[in-house]
């Protein structure tokens, strides 16, 4: 066990600060990684917050962080994917029984022994599993990604989450050409999500709340753009939407936006509020739509969508901040002020 240096909020309403927490010497089977960039994800100032106490109560002191990009420090003898010096990512798993139908499948994010990266119990060393805001992390190979070398590494960081979190049910649901697809929030997940419809070459249309970021949301590949809670403009688009990817991180009107699906279409919730959503029965059954929840993905589609990203040179549009700046970023994200996802300069963390 070694200690390194990391950033940690003591309850939920303290201010993230640094620290130093234990991690394991690696064994035969696992990847020491120095963390170069980490992103910043709306799950993680849910989680600081405890807003998600009903199905994952935090647990603290809480190291949050999974868009995690690094370099091979070190392996353990049993590793061949991988050697010192090599780039590497961590996304938001890492570990599963890797034995039962779901992870044989591919689905290690439904297996009933999935450890998160963060908040939740840490099989090694007791306690609870700290996340990547931190110098370094050490991780079973299974769940070690491949970085194409090709993306910046900055950049690169959030397709961990916020890339998976929407390649992988724009895939689920076939979206491609001739497809008309609705992206909802253009924060860290939906301007992903722009930008994959886009590559995946669907008619895309950006919904948004902040009029100011409607021509980013051009420039990142909507094909249109709608001020959601402008009505005339949303009644433009009734019943004609193919899939809604739905990623608003607070309370928001989701019957007006099923309304928008066509017979048979089908909005797919990837964000997390705290509350439940009001839905009325009427929307979904008088067009017989559908209603679903997508969440990250599985290992093998997490390196898919990284190869698909390296393919269609796709990364995140990053502030970079140093982590000394992070509780100021979280008082951003409150405000739906981010363009488009913040990455922290693990760099940053050395003169703590
Ligand atoms: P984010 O960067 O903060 O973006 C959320 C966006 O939602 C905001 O930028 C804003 O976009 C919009 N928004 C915020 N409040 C709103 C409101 N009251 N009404 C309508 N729109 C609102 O967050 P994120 O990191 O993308 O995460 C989004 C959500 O997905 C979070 O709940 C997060 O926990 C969840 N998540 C889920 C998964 C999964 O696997 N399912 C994975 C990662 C994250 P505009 O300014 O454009 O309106
Ligand atoms: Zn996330």
Redesign the pocket.
């Known amino acids: 066990m070694y200690q390194a240096k990391a950033y940690s909020a003591a309850s939920s309403t303290s201010p993230l600060a640094s620290t130093k927490i234990p991690r394991r010497d690696p064994t035969d089977t696992d990847v020491q990684i120095e963390i170069l960039f980490c992103g910043i ?3 993680d ?2 989680q600081l917050r405890n807003e998600w106490a009903s199905v994952m109560p935090t647990v603290y002191p809480l190291v949050p962080g999974h868009e995690i990009v690094g370099r091979v420090m070190k392996v353990g003898s049993a590793v061949a994917k991988f050697k010192p010096g090599d780039l590497a990512a961590v996304g ?1 798993m890492v570990d599963s029984d890797g034995t039962c139908p779901e992870c044989r499948a591919g689905f290690e994010h439904f297996c009933p022994n999935l450890t998160l990266t963060y908040n939740f119990p840490d099989h090694h060393l007791g306690g609870v599993t700290y996340g990547g805001y931190s110098e370094s992390i050490v991780v079973d190979q299974r769940f070690v990604l491949r970085l194409p070398s090709n993306l910046d590494l900055a950049g690169a960081a959030p397709l961990l ?2 890339g998976i ?1 929407t390649y992988s049910p724009l895939r689920q649901h076939r979206v491609t050409k001739g497809k008309k697809v609705g992206v ?7 301007h992903m999500g722009v930008k994959l419809a886009r590559a995946l070459d669907a008619h895309v249309v ?5 009029p100011k ?1 409607k021509d980013d949301a051009l420039r990142l590949g909507a094909d249109e753009v709608v001020v ?1 809670r402008n009505s005339d403009e949303m009644q433009k688009h009734v019943e004609s939407f193919d899939f809604i990817l739905d ?6 009107d989701i019957d007006a936006l099923i309304n928008l699906l066509r017979r048979e279409g089908n909005l797919t ?5 705290s509350k439940p959503l009001a839905i009325s029965s009427f929307s979904l059954l008088m067009r017989r739509r559908n209603l679903s ?4 993905g599985g290992i093998a589609e997490t390196q898919e969508m990284l190869d698909f990203c390296a393919q269609h040179n796709i990364t995140a549009d990053v502030e970079v901040i140093p982590i000394q700046k992070v509780n100021e970023a979280y008082q951003r ?1 409150l405000k ?1 002020d ?1 363009k ?2 913040f990455s922290i300069d693990m760099a940053s963390l050395k003169v703590e």
């Open positions: 994800c709306h799950s100032l849910h938001c989450c916020a979190t909802v929030g253009l924060g860290g997940l939906g950006a919904f948004t709340t902040s970021k959601s990623t608003v991180s607070a309370d928001h919730l990837v964000g997390a509020p929840g997508s969440n990250i994200l739906s981010v488009y996802r």
